[in-house]
Each structure stands twice: as structure tokens, then as C-alpha cells.
């Protein structure tokens, strides 16, 4: 009876290609459409149709590698062509898997909704498939479950608003997203992700303080594939930062085409912002059902808004949306113009290559940033407000004084070093100079650059560092949970800001990673650095091993920087105060550096290994 009222049982639209014009068969054969150059959006194939419009020699020609079934077995019945028996689909899955298609099946009920988490796992997987190949959706006609899902997709992988990817789906693939429940699943998606993507409780959007294992739940929760087992017990910010910074030792340079971005954002942001320029009108109303057309089509554009009072679905007023979608000047991961400013390279007569950035009259060996900051994408934050003191500022009352007097011998030195290695001297000479960071390391020889790095790791940013490093590391907070900032923070060159992010995100927790209770049962007697840590749950073991292990790769280094490394990590680690705590410091300090030592001596053995074998003489 459904299938009859609803679909034309045996005539049914959704298997006639006849019925759809071609401009409707992005897959001839298929009612299809391209939601993004990668995602595909279809009515189900049958196996009749497979075999007359050579579907799977379609899909390879396109490079469609996966497909993605949201039917439950049986359903659909009467429409269209026989199901198969084996399979209860109109198709056998086989036929795609015996051509190295991919076959997935998450079965929905028919106009409805799945499980929040369940949907995570589905637009998890899709992330793996997408970097595969292209990725083709149905469930009957391809408009309700497969717009839902795709809608929950992109606000995953791009973090579109839900309103904003409900608008671009419909855009792509008009009368999707069909019912009540499955435009409040979309949005009920979206807040699901929130919290899990909150990596600075304390920046905003601000949320409740999580521990440690808290955030790793959240996290596993979040990632997929070989990242989400390699993480397990790590927090991401961790692994990523330490990675960055060993890199910058080596001076490996970030390869731009290693940087997995968002898929086909140039042509989300475009669509939506041609939806924006339909007319202010558009915007009056959330997304509502599909039904009678009120709204004339504009630029060539497929209907996208229809208007139904009786059905009409409504929590907020979508002019707010309006602005948000102006994505022609303000991308989606961009940072609020209100809170950042780039330095103006328009002057006439003036280079916008070479800009200038205010410094400190203090002109530290750390000044930030140059033009290259800007060639690789980095905004540079000039006027930040001050956020809530950070626990790095609050905990002990020890003095920057002593450590102040240790950064300029060791800004001193590097300048020495820098002079040894070619740079003139009055290229150093003013420190009120614009001269560029991203300069200065590369100019420094591989043991200078390491021993940046490890100076880097022993400061405590916040109570000696100046205050243009302080905004930017709050403003890396703020983007971290507002935008896909993981991958542009591959491209941050300044070991500080780093080392400033990583510490910063220790002290925010809920609770230290290592109670006082937990720190003193390590025995600072045992010289066994493989079970030294074992007394620590292993999440909070991987992550001092982690930083460990990235101090040891800066190779040997001055016993004063260790030092102070050392204790920039057991403050961090355990919030405690060195003078309060004097016992727990010099004993947890011996566990480490016994630690340290041995992850050195690993490090040393691996370096030695990659070297070149020079042919005898």
C-alpha cells in the first residue's frame, strides 16, 4: 500500500530513469546528483538497471569506490524492480565487491532517523572512504536518509553549522532532508559534536573543565582509523605538538599536499554563498519540509526553500544565519575579524609581501611573526582580548626574574651562533627589527635549532614569554575548538607558541595528569628506565613518555635548559609549586631525567642508523 500511494509501486519514479531528466542522472541509469565532487547522492540501483546502463563501469570511470546502502532488507518491496532474495536489496552487494567497490550497509527505517552515535560511526567511516575514492549514498530515492546522513557528514568534516549543511544539500539534491525528525536529527547531530571537539575547555565556545581520561572518551569518540588506535591513550594536542617541534629541530618543512583538508570546501562555501545571494527573503525561516514552491529559482539554481505552514519547523531566526554564510570573504575556518587584524600591506608604494609586524621593545630571539608566517597561511593576531588567568600564572609565586636572566643568555647565545654561521651583525643589532623568526631558525645550524626547541620546552610562556606570543596562543585556543585548525597548525613554525599550546592545555584540565598522591609513589632509586613510570595509569604514562621522547630528540643539550625543562614539565604535569614542593620536584625530577636519558639514548641509536654509509676510500 506505501509503495503503491507513495512511490507507484511497480511505476515507481525512483527506479525509471525515464521518468528523470539527464541533468537528474549524474549516473545515467540513476536519479543522482553530485552533492561535492566526492559525494554522490542516489536513488538505489537495481540489478536490472546495473546491467542495462552498465552501472559499475560507470562508477569506475568516476572513481566511485564505495557505496553506502541505507535500506533495511525487504523494504520497498513493491516498487520497481524484484528484490534480490539473498540479499533483500533490488541488488546483490556482490556485484560491487567482486569490482573492488566497497559495500556498506547501515540499515535506517524508512523516513526515519539512527542513533547519534551511530550516525558518528557512519560519517567516521565515509571520512575513511572518502580518502579512498569518491562515495556513493542511497537508501530508496536518495533524498531523506541520504541527505541526513550527508548533512551530518559535512558538519563533521567541515563544521558547518546544521542549518548551513542542511542548505547545501538541498541546494545539491533538492527535497532532501523530508522529514520533521530528520531536519531536528541533523541539528541534534551537530550539538552532539560539539563537546567532543572541545580540545580548550576555557576558550570559547567555553565549556566544563574535562580530566584526562574524560578527554580521551571524547576524543576516541571523535577520530577514526589508524589515528583513533595510535591515540588511544595520548591526547592528540600532545602527539601533534611534539611531532611539530622534532620537526623543527630537523628543520623538516610541512609539504602542503601532506595536509588532508576538509573535502571540496571551496565548493561548499561557494554554494552557500550563491544561496545567500538569492535574496534576504531566504533567510527569514530555518529550513523547512519540503512541499508547494513559494520562492522563484534564481540564478539557474534547482529550488532549494519550500514552504509548508501547517509543517513548518522553526527553533531560531535564520537572518542570523544569513551573516554566517558570507563565505565568499570569510571562510569557515577563519577567525573572527573582531578578534584578529593582519598587518595592512596595501600602502602605496609598499610590498604585501613584506609587511611589517609590530614587536616588542624587548625583541626577543622568539619575535613572531614575519611575512613568511603569512605566505603559509597563519593569521597574525594583533589585538586579542585577555582571557581568565591560566593555571600557569596562578600556581606558586615563583618570580620571572631568575629564568628571565637565563631566556636573554640564551636568546645571547643564539644571536652568537647566528653571527658564527654568516648572518651580519646588523641584521641582529636592533632588536626592535622586524627580522623574521622563521629566518632566524633556518640560519641556526642543526644543533642550534634543537637547542631552540629544548629552550622553547623549558619556558613557561605565560609568566616570562611577551604578550604578542601569550594572544597568539590564546588565539590558537579559541580556533582549536572553533575551526579545523589541527591541519593549519601544522604550519606553525614558532617552537614556543607551540610549547606555550601544549603546556597551556595540560594546565586546563579538570585535574592534574599526575596527583601528588601518584607522584610520590614514584621511586626515584629505580634506574630501570623501562618500568620508572609504571606506577602511572598508562594515559598519563603515554603522555609524559610522549614529551619526554620529544625532549630527548633535541639530542644533548646544557644541563641548565634540562633542568629547566624538567621543571616547566613537573609543574605543568602536577600543578604543584618547586618551592612548596621541593622533595616531590628533586624526586619526580630524577624519575624523569632517568627517563629522559634512556629515550636520548634511543634517539642517538636511530640517528646513527639513518646516517648514510660513505663508500670507502
Known amino acids: 500500500m506505501q509503495c503503491s500511494i507513495g512511490c507507484r509501486g511497480k511505476d515507481c519514479k525512483y527506479d525509471n530513469p525515464n521518468y528523470w531528466s539527464e541533468d537528474n542522472q549524474a549516473i545515467r541509469g540513476l536519479y543522482s546528483s553530485w552533492v561535492t565532487d566526492h559525494l554522490l547522492a542516489m536513488s538505489r540501483p537495481s540489478t536490472e538497471i546495473i546491467q542495462k546502463y552498465n552501472i559499475i563501469d560507470q562508477f569506475i570511470r568516476n572513481g566511485i569506490k564505495t557505496v553506502i546502502n541505507l535500506q533495511l532488507p525487504g523494504e520497498h518491496a513493491s516498487c520497481g524492480n524484484p528484490l534480490e532474495p539473498e540479499s533483500g536489496f533490488s541488488y546483490r552487494p556482490e556485484v560491487f565487491m567482486e569490482n573492488n567497490i566497497y559495500f556498506y550497509n547501515y540499515g535506517w527505517k524508512d523516513y526515519g532517523v539512527a542513533n547519534l552515535t551511530v550516525i558518528l560511526d557512519m560519517v567516521k567511516v565515509m571520512a575513511f572512504a572518502v580518502q579512498e575514492g569518491k562515495v556513493a549514498v542511497h537508501c530508496h530515492a536518495g533524498l531523506g536518509r541520504t541527505g541526513v546522513l550527508l548533512a551530518c557528514f559535512l558538519a563533521y568534516a567541515t563544521r558547518m553549522t546544521a542549518n548551513q549543511a542542511i542548505l547545501y544539500v538541498r541546494a545539491k539534491r533538492p527535497n532532501s532532508i523530508q522529514t520533521r525528525g530528520q531536519l531536528q536529527c541533523v541539528r541534534e547531530f551537530v550539538q552532539f559534536l560539539a563537546p567532543l571537539r572541545i580540545v580548550f575547555s576555557h576558550a570559547k565556545p567555553h565549556s566544563q573543565p ?51 583538508e576538509a573535502p571540496d570546501i571551496q565548493e561548499i562555501e561557494m554554494t552557500l554563498s550563491l544561496i545567500e545571494k538569492i535574496g534576504p527573503e531566504l533567510f527569514a525561516k530555518e529550513p523547512r ?34 551573516s554566517q554564510l ?72 615563583e618570580k620571572p626574574t631568575k629564568k628571565g636572566n637565563m631566556l636573554s643568555r640564551w636568546k645571547a647565545e643564539q644571536r652568537e651562533e647566528l653571527v658564527m654561521n654568516g648572518v651580519k651583525s646588523k641584521d641582529i643589532e636592533d632588536e626592535q627589527s622586524a627580522l623574521p623568526f622563521i629566518t632566524l631558525q633556518s640560519e641556526l645550524s642543526l644543533e642550534g635549532r634543537r637547542l631552540l626547541v629544548a629552550q622553547a620546552l623549558a619556558v613557561d610562556l605565560f609568566l ?19 575551526g579545523s585548525a589541527w591541519e593549519r597548525l601544522c604550519t606553525e613554525r614558532d617552537p614556543f607558541i607551540l610549547t606555550g599550546l601544549m603546556w597551556s592545555w595540560l594546565e586546563q584540565l579538570k585535574e ?32 609524559v613518555t610522549c614529551i619526554l621522547n620529544c625532549m630527548a ?47 636520548r639514548s634511543t634517539a642517538v641509536e636511530e640517528e646513527e642508523r639513518a646516517k648514510p654509509v660513505l663508500p670507502p676510500t
Open 512 to 543: 592534574p595528569i599526575i596527583s601528588i598522591k601518584d607522584a610520590k609513589a614514584l621511586n626515584p632509586r629505580n634506574i630501570d628506565a623501562k618500568t620508572a613510570l609504571n606506577k602511572l595509569d598508562q594515559a598519563p604514562k603515554e603522555t
Open 210 to 260: 574535562v580530566t584526562l581520561s574524560q578527554y580521551l572518551n571524547r576524543q576516541r569518540r571523535i577520530l577514526h582509523g589508524n589515528e583513533r588506535k595510535q591515540l588511544k591513550n595520548l591526547p592528540k594536542i600532545i602527539h601533534l605538538v611534539c611531532g611539530l617541534l622534532v620537526d623543527i629541530a630537523e628543520n623538516r618543512q610541512v609539504i602542503e599536499e601532506d595536509i588532508i
Open 326 to 397: 558570507n563565505l565568499l570573504t570569510q571562510p569557515l575556518t577563519s577567525v573572527s575579524k573582531s578578534e584578529t587584524t593582519l598587518p595592512s600591506c596595501h600602502k602605496q608604494g609598499q610590498n604585501p609581501n613584506m609587511c611589517n609586524v609590530s614587536h616588542s621593545s624587548t625583541g626577543s630571539l622568539w619575535q613572531i611573526k614575519n611575512e613568511e608566517s603569512q605566505k603559509d597561511g597563519t593569521i597574525v593576531v594583533k589585538k586579542l582580548k585577555r582571557k581568565t588567568i591560566h593555571r600557569s600564572e596562578s600556581v606558586g609565586n
Open 464 to 482: 616570562e614569554g611577551e604578550e604578542e606570543h601569550k594572544s597568539k596562543v590564546l588565539a590558537w585556543q579559541e580556533d582549536m575548538n572553533q
Open 553 to 599: 630528540h633535541m639530542m644533548n643539550i646544557s644541563e641548565e635548559v634540562e633542568t629547566a625543562f624538567l621543571n616547566r614539565a613537573i609543574k605543568a604535569l602536577t600543578w604543584t609549586n618547586s618551592t612548596e614542593e621541593a622533595k616531590l620536584y628533586k624526586n619526580m625530577a630524577a624519575v624523569l631525567r632517568c627517563v629522559l636519558l634512556d629515550l
Open 289 to 322: 519540509l519540503p512541499g508547494s514552491l513559494t520562492l522563484p529559482r534564481h540564478f539557474h539554481e534547482p529550488p532549494i526553500f519550500y514552504h509548508r505552514k501547517s509543517l513548518s519547523y522553526s527553533e531560531s531566526d535564520l537572518r542570523r544565519l544569513g
